[in-house]
């Protein structure tokens, strides 16, 4: 029997399936929202680093929060592009931005929670830097190129702010009475949004059987652990598990949400046609 | 809050086989943080590779008044300059 041909195989090819992926310009509701539960979590919570912009206890803390916020928005541009992209409807990040309705968004709880004072904003970063580094961590191994690079560049930075909360939480922390007790209640008002982050719905579930999102099931113990011995560093005790909070990965907002779009969106809104 | 803590003079290190330089201060509470306030502060542009504090209470200075007898001297000795021979052009940061 006559042998076949030998196949080329061109250089490069990692044999992971270009069949399995939709066709470019073929609608993908799901990873579209995923695309937007990325965006909007490093979108919102950039907008809130930066109204400290001026108001931070010292003008190299005002520096160090808005350069966060600065990555953070960066990352949002990004992917809020790519969901307009994905979702084919002619939206660029801008218009989903600035242009979507506080329903729509599919950020969750813990990034949209007020400022409250220096305590309790670093409390959030430490909850959630920690859980975004891992993620991104694990989203460089996506089978969505996009995904790939996005999360491999950007999980520097967000190593960067898992440090510097980590650090500031030890400094609170182990500082004085008043600085503990700060640090302490800002735990405290964030540790109910906690499980949000681990919680996999189906639709979520549909893109980890496909090797899009990462499972956050799979780096739970290693995040709470984590968090454990920062917080033993700072001479802390681990929040009690309150209640948890869900929903907002599917529209349901605390009523922060609102009064912090408001004043993102004023401008475009009030004036659509505005260049700068 | 920034009047509780120490100032930390900053020095960068442009690129690899520059000397640091000194390029300003910042409050910090102790020289990890500082370090974070310096890279804030003063790499946002990609202006360096590496970074030193030094806490600024530490830096032994002279004194303003005694510039005369210690700067004046060397004004007139012109023959310690190297301008009596060519420099190569290849030869960079001198």
């Known amino acids: 029997m006559a042998s076949l041909p030998p196949i080329d195989v061109p250089q490069g090819v990692t044999g992971a399936g270009a069949f399995d992926a939709p066709a470019a310009g073929e609608p993908d509701p799901a990873r ?9 979590d490093s979108l919102i919570l950039g907008q809130r680093l930066g109204e400290w912009c001026g108001h931070a206890p010292a ?4 520096l160090s929060l808005t350069n966060l916020a600065l990555d953070l928005v960066g990352q949002a541009t990004h992917l809020l592009d790519a969901a307009g992209a994905c979702e084919g409807a002619g939206r660029d990040g801008d218009a989903l931005a600035f242009h979507r309705d506080v329903l729509d968004f599919r950020n969750c709880l813990l990034v949209e929670q007020p400022n409250g004072d220096f305590g309790r904003t670093i409390a959030r970063q430490l909850l959630f830097s920690t859980w975004q580094h891992l993620l991104f961590q694990r989203l460089a191994e996506s089978s969505d190129k996009f995904l790939r690079e996005i999360a491999a560049k950007a999980v520097k930075e967000v190593a960067y702010h898992r440090e510097l909360a980590s650090e500031w939480t030890v400094r609170l922390g182990d500082g004085t009475e008043e600085s503990a007790q700060r640090m302490r209640e800002g735990l405290d008002w964030c540790w109910r949004f906690v499980p949000e982050l ?18 956050p099931r799979s780096f739970e113990d290693e995040y709470r652990s984590a968090l454990a011995a920062v917080l033993a560093d700072a001479r802390l005790d681990v929040p009690p598990d ?26 475009p809104r009030t004036y659509p046609d505005a260049k700068w | 809050m920034s009047a509780d803590w120490p100032l930390w003079e900053v020095f960068v290190r442009a690129k690899a086989g520059l000397a640091h330089r000194h390029v300003g201060s910042v409050h910090a509470p102790d020289a990890q943080l500082a370090l974070r306030h310096a890279r804030d502060t003063y790499t946002r542009r990609g202006e360096g590779v590496s970074l030193w504090v030094v806490p600024s209470a530490e830096i032994g200075a002279s004194d303003p008044d005694e510039a005369g007898p210690l700067f004046e001297p060397a004004a007139d000795k012109i023959y310690r300059h190297p301008t009596f021979y060519d420099i190569p052009d290849e030869v960079k940061h001198i």
Do not use: N, T
């Open chain 1, 32 to 40: 579209f929202d995923y695309l937007l539960r990325l965006g909007d």
């Open chain 1, 59 to 62: 003008l190299e803390v005002d």
């Open chain 1, 198 to 215: 681990f919680e996999v719905d189906e639709l979520l579930d549909g893109l980890i059987a496909r090797g899009i999102a990462a499972d």
């Open chain 1, 242 to 267: 309150q209640r948890p909070i869900l929903g907002a990965r599917r529209g349901h907002h605390s009523e922060h949400l609102g009064h912090l779009l408001a004043q993102m969106q004023f401008l």
